[in-house]
């Protein structure tokens, strides 16, 4: 038995249970007057009605303006879309088990690698033809440079980006003014800095690995690609032995011994880390975008820093690309195709209405006064994003392993080692190197 | 009528039979009735143990395929026959999370039932606003456990918060309740004797209301200390209830997923990675979910044994 047909057992007996439970539940449903009829992806007029899903990705009024947007498409052949929240608790089993189900969304957003994940077991339909639509209407030409290039796989386009979720160097400017140090442009003035700001009583290297809270493994990684080094080499193999990264951890290591890393930042939350941003603790660390919104300090003082150089001259960052990925199963592939083009066209709107907690992917929309008369924003775009690398780095395209790198218990428990000075670099890297191997689909 | 005609009157009675009758005849009635009994109970009880084993069993049956394949949330995957359980059963990861289950599970059994038991008996007593304080100490187990997750992290977690600056400001020291390993053990496991002891305490309310306190006076009257009172009529006399409620938090801690993820998330460094918390990873993180589904499995056999264990000195208690 191969793996397509074993794949088609295990859908025919979910299939089945999820037939069984609807034929059980019609007459139930008939009885509460009115009901609706609904299928996989969506459902009603000729065109149907496109199942669009998303995530709280900011506040309820983003969700609100979000609905809004998918609630106003009107395609060709009276094609309409629905709109549903998902909340990130379990969201990959809720995926899974509406997608196992026919019940799944024809469009959605979602994790950041969740796209290639479903691609790998047959449910993912390419988005070439969108890239095409979005060519011919001129918005191809809109993105960001080198935003679209990690969705193309061997057989077309995953998914299309639609946000950044960018992990920069933040500082609070009093703090550095109160230390009398510079702000860092490499490792050595980072370690100066820190040493510096320790004896204003302040954390030169702010992060958290505590519930939920995925800044350590992202502060970590950063620093592997920052100094050359990443998770994978040029050819995608797992490469985490490589010198720059033990060199990157030893540095880590370094600020730690060093007191640089608060010593209990292994168990911060992100609100954790926030509240140590607002409370003048924090004086330097790696942070996404929105930072002075999210902390609840619009004083001016926290202001983005400039990306340093590693010891080899290598200057870069940590993004995650967020996408919105179409589904095979659909009432119409055309109308997900349309739904998706004209959802990619409003967008502007929700930073126009200062809704977003993360880049936009258009060159457009980072000129909109709204986004644009922030200078943190302005630097990000500027200095930032044409260094930034996503997870995959060295490598260059996005794959489904790396849904298991990002939040998984390998670099969870790999991060915690580092920041708590546990184990030597090599040690905690070979221990990651382990564990990681242990979960990769081969 | 001696001792021995009570009894045997007793067990009469509880047959059903009259005073002077053999109960033959009756018992003949009683056969056939009982016949006709058995076949509507089945049939009474028939649509219920369907929809048992649709509820559990469909679950139970799906899961064991997941724990004997290398499939994901999607695909079933190919057959490995013991393989998942072989992986989980060499992992230092599981023994070390097992290991904590276990210290999480004993504190929070015999913690939460001591200080339930304490408050229990404290409350008997004729105190001044007895019930509001029964309704304040319900508060722990009443309120939803993210908020007092949430309010427990804010007292604990930063160097800054009120718990570590109170130590501080007596000269203790700033300790890390939630970075340090050892720490965040034991704050962990008090956190769910916190969340847990109004359960036993109205688990043990409830038993010692039924105990009769001229059983107590009669005691008293031949002498027997407050401790002996305790001891040899007290405890006995609420064992079932004890060992009910045992079970019951047995099953609690080890199934408890909300109280270490919130707090914690298994860390720092896997110190209070428990059993559910280690399966949650492995399906939902690694989305390893063969060796996930086999960790709950081996989880789900522990508690079986466990809870016949405790059964059996419930109907031992019972007998006595």
């Known amino acids: ?442 | 009528m001696s001792s021995t005609t009570t009894e045997s009157g007793f067990a009469r009675a509880r047959r059903g039979v009259a005073p002077g009758g053999s109960g033959t005849a009756h018992g003949n009635r009683k056969s056939k009735l009982s016949a006709q009994a058995t076949r509507t109970f089945f049939w009474l009880l028939l649509p219920s143990v369907v929809l048992l084993v649709l509820i559990h069993g469909y679950p139970l049956i799906y899961a064991a395929i997941q724990a004997t394949h290398d499939g994901d949330l999607l695909q079933t995957g190919n057959f490995v026959g013991g393989q998942n359980f072989a992986t989980v059963l060499t992992s230092p990861a599981f023994w070390k999370a097992a290991q904590f289950t276990l210290w999480f599970t004993i504190v929070g059994v015999f913690g939460s039932w001591l200080v339930g038991l304490g408050l229990a008996l404290l409350l008997r007593t004729r105190i001044p606003a007895g019930g509001t304080f029964k309704v304040l100490l319900l508060l722990p187990w009443v309120v939803p456990i993210v908020v007092s997750s949430t309010a427990w992290n804010w007292l604990v977690a930063t160097p800054d918060s009120l718990i570590p600056s109170l130590f501080r400001n007596l000269g203790m020291g700033t300790p890390l309740f939630l970075a340090d390993p050892s720490l965040a053990s034991i704050t962990v496991m008090v956190f769910k004797v916190w969340v847990s002891f109004p359960f036993m305490m109205m688990m043990i309310s409830a038993a010692l209301a039924s105990v009769d306190t001229t059983v107590y006076e009669a005691a008293s009257m031949d002498g027997a200390s407050r401790w002996q009172q305790f001891t040899q009529i007290t405890l006995p006399l609420i064992a079932r209830s004890t060992y009910i409620s045992w079970i019951l938090m047995t099953i609690f801690c080890v199934n408890d997923f909300p109280t270490i993820y919130l707090l914690t998330g298994g860390g720092p460094v896997n110190a209070t990675t428990s059993l559910v918390v280690l399966a949650y990873r492995t399906v939902f993180q690694d989305f390893a979910t063969g060796p996930g589904v086999a960790i709950a499995f081996l989880m789900t056999m522990t508690l079986v044994v466990i809870s016949v264990i405790l059964y059996r000195q419930i109907r031992k208690s019972s007998v006595e």
């Open chain 1, 1 to 442: 038995m191969n793996a397509s047909s074993e794949q088609r057992r295990s859908f025919n007996r979910r299939g089945f249970l999820g037939l069984t439970a609807a034929a059980a539940a019609a007459p139930l449903l008939a009885a509460c007057g009115g009901g609706s009829a609904s299928q996989g992806g969506g459902g009603g007029g000729a065109g149907g009605t496109v199942k669009f899903w998303d995530m709280p990705w900011a506040t309820p009024a983003y969700n609100d303006a979000a609905k809004g947007i998918a609630e106003g498409f009107s395609g060709a052949n009276g094609a309409k879309a629905s709109y549903q929240i998902i909340q990130w608790n379990n969201f990959y089993q809720t995926f899974s088990s509406a997608i196992a189900s026919k019940t799944g969304p024809a469009v959605s957003t979602g994790g950041g690698f969740q796209a290639f994940q479903f691609e790998q077991q047959g449910q993912i339909a390419y988005a070439d033809k969108v890239i095409e639509k979005l060519k011919a209407n001129g918005q191809f030409d809109d993105f960001l440079p080198g935003v679209l290039d990690p969705f193309k796989s061997d057989k077309g386009y995953v998914a299309v980006p639609w946000q950044l979720d960018m992990r920069v160097f933040w500082y609070r400017k009093s703090l550095f003014e109160k230390a009398n140090v510079a702000l860092p442009t490499d490792w050595p003035s980072l370690l100066e800095a820190g040493k510096a700001l320790k004896k204003v009583g302040a954390f030169g290297f702010t992060t958290g690995a505590g519930a939920g809270n995925n800044y350590a493994n992202h502060s970590m990684i950063m620093m592997m690609v920052n100094n050359g080094g990443g998770v994978w080499n040029k050819d995608g193999e797992l490469d985490l032995m490589n010198d720059r990264n033990v060199e990157a951890m030893e540095f880590v290591l370094e600020l730690v011994s060093n007191g640089i890393v608060d010593p209990a930042a292994v168990s911060y939350t992100t609100d954790n880390m926030s509240a140590q941003w607002k409370d003048g603790k924090a004086g330097y660390g790696l942070f996404q975008v929105n930072v002075p919104q999210r902390v609840g300090d619009t004083s001016g003082d926290l202001l983005v820093a400039d990306p340093i150089k590693g010891p080899h001259g290598d200057k870069a960052t940590i993004v995650f690309p967020n996408n919105i990925m179409m589904y095979t199963n659909t009432p119409s592939q055309e109308a997900s195709e349309e739904f998706l083009v004209y959802y990619l066209g409003q967008l502007k709107q929700l930073w126009q209405k200062k809704l977003m907690s993360a880049l936009p992917v258009f060159k457009s929309i980072t000129e909109i006064p709204e986004f644009a008369n922030d200078p943190n924003n302005v630097k990000i775009v500027k200095d930032w994003q044409p260094i930034a690398k996503t997870f995959a780095a060295q490598g260059s395209r996005l794959n489904a392993n790396l849904a298991a790198l990002d939040g998984g218990q390998a670099l969870n428990q790999f991060s915690q080692t580092i920041i708590t000075g546990k184990a030597d670099a090599k040690t905690a890297l070979q221990t990651f190197q382990s564990g990681l191997e242990s979960v990769l689909k081969k």
